[in-house]
């Protein structure tokens, strides 16, 4: 089975579910193919957000299976020197809550074990989990022992029969991956000590509404926290936050810290205060998304509008980047039919197509060589990096249009005395 609906919240398992931000379906994200397969069916799933209105939680119903998403999953961390660099000071943070030497650290999600790497080099003992078959080899034969699994309860077992309790363990960006919640969670509390930690990344709700991010959803993210969803979800099985902070991190995350209820580490008053301002917001309530809703098909009518204009002119349009969060921009702004070709500056996209719409992805050299008119920079929230990488392309007669918020178009004007 490809994917399945549920029909219960997955944190509070309640039914009284309503639609809150409806996305356009969309292949999997990150499922950039080789020209050998073009041929091979790429369905589209829904991204369709939903928010529970008995524990305030935000999430997607549809859930395609694991398998399809992680199997063949081929980001690595290490090709991101910003993530390795902010892991390496999320690293430094986390050693001072804890007493490291000896004492065994398990990463749900481990990727490459880059993080993992960071609590080596402090004298701990770790373990990463992550089901992706190839990556898990790659960081086993690098010296960060990876079980190529997904995280559950059963395997929590395996891992303290094996090794003990765990003084602390981390998920960075896939606490929002599993389905099963409870039973990820009941593995959290069954595998950590009596003072132990759980501390993990996830994308914010209030800043993917605040700041327009609808593009982070895609199918590997099946939650989207707010502390008050995450606050009832831990309380809920003996854990509790005790310690939030915000962190800009994929355009804006919270870092939080859970413990056992029963642990002695004091509760911050920062838990209590966020709560607070996102219920004065209205994040647990549905007219927010509803605005937020109305803003994107306002801005999808602006932005065609004028991709329409130039192509009526015979202007070329290309695309600037090839990610999961594309993906979902191309498909809910419907860009496809616009773009002759996309460049991307990650070696391991380039050479290979777009999900579903099987847009070659080729060098940023290209801009060089093809010269097109227009480039959209579909990772729009990088548009001044990419922009000042790629001066020259202005400078020979391009122009980069910055799509969101507010269409922009960028263009090289001479400086003048």
């Not at 309790?165 to 039973?183: Q, R, W």
């Not at 501390?199 to 939650?223: A, M």
């Not at 109305?294 to 290309?318: M, P, S």
Request: charged share 25%.
């Amino acid at each position: 089975m490809n994917s399945y609906i549920r029909k219960t919240c997955r944190l509070c398992l309640g039914n009284d579910l309503v639609l809150a931000v409806p996305i356009k379906d969309s292949p999997v994200g990150d499922a950039f193919i080789t020209k050998e397969n073009l041929l091979i069916p790429q369905p589209s799933y829904s991204l369709n957000l939903y928010l529970c209105q008995t524990c305030a939680h935000v999430q997607l119903l549809t859930v395609v299976n694991p398998k399809i998403l992680f199997g063949d999953y081929i980001y690595r961390t290490s090709t991101s020197y910003e993530l390795v660099q902010h892991f390496k000071n999320y690293a430094n943070e986390v050693i001072n809550l804890i007493q490291p030497e000896g004492r065994l650290a398990v990463e749900i999600g481990s990727n490459d074990g880059t993080f993992l790497k960071f609590l080596k080099e402090k004298k701990m003992h770790v373990l990463g989990v992550d089901p992706a078959n190839t990556i898990a080899a790659e960081a086993t034969k690098e010296g960060v022992e990876t079980w190529p699994t997904f995280f559950s309860q059963e395997v929590s077992k395996q891992i303290k029969e094996k090794n003990g309790e765990t003084e602390i363990i981390v998920a960075n960006n896939v606490f929002a991956h599993a389905d099963d919640m409870i039973d990820v969670l009941r593995g959290i509390y069954h595998l950590l000590s009596p003072e132990g930690i759980f501390v993990f990344e996830v994308s914010y709700l209030l800043d993917i509404i605040q700041k327009k991010l609808f593009d982070t959803v895609f199918h590997e993210h099946l939650s989207y926290y707010s502390v008050l969803s995450l606050e009832n979800f831990f309380n809920s099985h003996e854990m509790q936050l005790f310690d939030v902070q915000r962190i800009s991190s994929k355009g804006g995350s919270l870092r939080g810290f859970a413990k056992k209820k029963t642990s002695s580490r004091v509760v911050s008053p920062i838990v209590s205060k966020l709560i607070d301002d996102e219920k004065n917001i209205g994040l647990n309530k549905i007219k927010i998304f509803k605005d937020f809703s109305d803003d994107l098909n306002r801005i999808e009518k602006a932005l065609k509008k004028q991709l329409d204009k130039l192509k009526e002119k015979d202007k070329t349009l290309v695309g600037y980047g090839a990610s999961p969060t594309v993906t979902t921009f191309m498909y809910q702004f419907e860009l496809g039919p616009y773009l002759e070709f996309i460049v991307d500056d990650n070696p391991i996209k380039q050479g290979r197509h777009s999900p579903g719409y099987h847009i070659p992805i080729l060098p940023s050299s290209m801009l060089y060589q093809k010269k097109p008119d227009y480039v959209i920079i579909l990772a729009w929230q990088y548009w001044e990096v990419i922009i000042e990488k790629n001066k020259k392309y202005l400078e020979q007669g391009g122009k980069f249009i910055v799509p969101f918020p507010e269409l922009i178009v960028h263009e090289f004007h001479e400086a003048t005395i």
